[in-house]
Nanobody
């Protein structure tokens, strides 16, 4: 059973960089045809796909966030990471990491992503 767990600071100041790590167990982030995604949900809004890194290490980004987002991985630790720079209070959200076996560029249905982390609340405030 694949399990994902997000970790990182729960509070970030405006203009700083938000950094999160997703630790994967029960499966490898290099397994063929897997995509490792970051998704967020702001208060009162739907799920927003932020980006992904695939089994080969290629990264993909939501065009609306691309200039501020970086996704990387550490295969030795079976982890992948998210950095979101120049944060504002609008970046306050629950951040999830999730696995998929195709690249969707959005969240049409939660079931498109077969494994999810529990989510971590990140608040942007001074």
């Amino acid at each position: 059973q694949v399990q994902l767990q997000e970790s990182g600071p729960g509070l970030v100041k405006p203009s700083q960089t938000l950094s999160l790590t997703c630790t994967v167990s029960g499966g490898s982030i290099t397994t063929s045809l897997t995509y490792w995604n970051w998704i967020r949900q702001s208060p009162g809004k739907g799920l927003e796909w932020m980006g992904a890194i695939n089994y080969g290490g290629n990264s993909y980004y939501n065009s609306a966030l691309k200039s501020r987002t970086s996704i990387a991985r550490d295969t030795s630790r079976n982890q992948f990471t998210l950095e979101l720079s120049s944060v504002t209070p609008e970046d306050t959200a629950v951040y999830f990491c999730a696995r998929s076996t195709a690249l969707y560029f959005r969240v049409n249905a939660r079931d498109d992503y077969d494994y999810w982390g529990q989510g971590t609340q990140v608040t942007v405030s001074s």
